[in-house]
């Protein structure tokens, strides 16, 4: 009863950062199949995302608001999310390997690995989970705020998600203590 745990949205200048974590089944058919979310393409992203909901032991979902972003600083709301992610879990699993070199404080053994979103086949799901979760809000967002752009660019500082914040300034989604955002306030 391993659990991976990943993250998608540290890097954005909007939206929540969201966590998964995962426990697969030892007979899941896709065993050896999942790779880091940014390296899979959106519709076998998907078809892999509806499996994991589906098949997978435990599966839980958390995020950290941009308020606690904002409060906390990027990396403590990202553990803050990561331990959300595995109180989740409606089974506790015996041990916990998060995808990076850091640890969130949790209840059960866990450990580190770097770059574990493409050599652990559980982080890998998380990752796949997390990004379509992340994806989605970015494109509610985006009807929200249409003049950003989010469901094309997720909140990343891209050419033109700068030029919509110059020419719109930031909305209620942006990340006030990012430097970008925080200089056009």
Request: some cysteine; aromatic content about 4%.
């Amino acid at each position: 009863m391993i659990a991976g745990v990943d993250e998608v949205g540290r890097g954005p200048l909007a939206g929540p950062v969201v966590t998964a974590a995962v426990i697969l089944s030892a007979d899941d058919p896709y065993l050896g199949k999942y790779r880091d979310s940014k390296k899979v393409a959106e519709k076998k992203r998907l078809r892999l995302y509806h499996h994991i909901r589906k098949h997978a032991v435990a599966c839980s979902v958390a995020m950290a608001t941009i308020d606690e972003i904002d409060r906390l600083n990027i990396l403590h709301a990202t553990m803050l999310s990561m331990r959300r992610s595995v109180e989740g879990l409606s089974v506790t699993p015996a041990r916990v390997l998060v995808d990076g070199n850091r640890i969130p404080d949790l209840a059960v053994p866990a450990e580190a690995v770097i770059g574990g979103d493409d050599s652990v086949q559980q982080i890998a799901a998380a990752s796949i989970v997390a990004k379509v979760v992340r994806d989605r809000m970015m494109a509610m967002f985006d009807c929200r705020y249409p003049g950003y752009q989010f469901g094309k660019h997720k909140g990343y500082g891209t050419k033109a998600h700068m030029d919509a914040l110059h020419a719109h300034g930031p909305c209620p989604i942006h990340r006030k203590s990012f430097a970008p955002i925080a200089r056009l306030l």
